[in-house]
């Protein structure tokens, strides 16, 4: 399976290069994540329970970080066992670049799967995986991206109180608690 894309979002080039290297920020955006740590500078271990039409699995694995460019991208490699399930394996390459109105992040992914899953269908791969993807970078975006009434100020220059700040982050608290919970 091969996938390529590019999403816009509304934040720094800095804070996207942070959030992607954070475990916390990937573990609450990437479907079906249970958990992920970084165990060096360039590796981590993450374990994810995965649903593909009839077959479901945990998967545990190993992600590797290399041409690490910061804050400009890397490439992303790993593999995990799914048990009986089968394995996936594959690698991507991210890239970031400043855009007016934040960062224009730009994707490469490349997969192979075997076992249970790759008897599924290359159809409903790619499309679990285009799913996966679109939900992944809909929550990254919400970690990121101020709400649009903090857009909308920014771009007309009203003034906001401390009052509204504070405001404002409880709502993003609350409305990232809600994501959370609905997953």
């Known amino acids: 399976m091969d996938m390529t894309g590019e999403r816009l979002i ?3 080039r800095a804070k996207v290069w942070a959030a992607l290297n954070d475990p916390q920020m990937l573990k609450e955006c990437i479907p ?7 165990t060096s500078e360039t590796q981590m271990k993450a374990t994810a ?5 009839p077959v479901s699995a945990k998967f545990s694995g190993k992600l590797n970080l290399s041409d690490l460019d ?4 890397y490439k992303i490699s790993g593999e995990g066992q799914g048990g009986a399930a089968g ?3 594959g690698g991507a390459e991210v890239r970031l670049a400043e855009q007016p109105g934040g960062t224009l ?6 997969a192979q799967v075997g076992g249970k899953l790759a008897q599924v269908g290359g159809r409903l791969i790619d499309a679990t995986a ?16 101020p709400p649009p009434e903090d857009r909308a100020s920014e771009t007309t220059g009203e003034a906001r109180s401390p009052a509204d700040s504070d405001a404002n982050w409880l709502i993003r608290l609350w409305r990232a608690l809600i994501g959370f919970l609905s997953r």
């Not at 910061?70 to 991208?73: E, K, L, R």
Request: charged share 25%.
């Open 10 to 12: 509304a934040a720094p």
């Open 32 to 38: 079906g994540c249970d958990s992920i740590e970084k």
């Open 49 to 53: 329970s995965i649903r593909l039409g």
């Open 70 to 73: 910061p804050p400009s991208g």
């Open 87 to 89: 394995f996936a394996k």
């Open 105 to 110: 992040l730009s994707y490469s992914v490349q």
């Open 130 to 145: 285009k799913s996966m993807a679109d939900q992944f970078f809909k929550r990254f975006a919400a970690q990121l991206e």
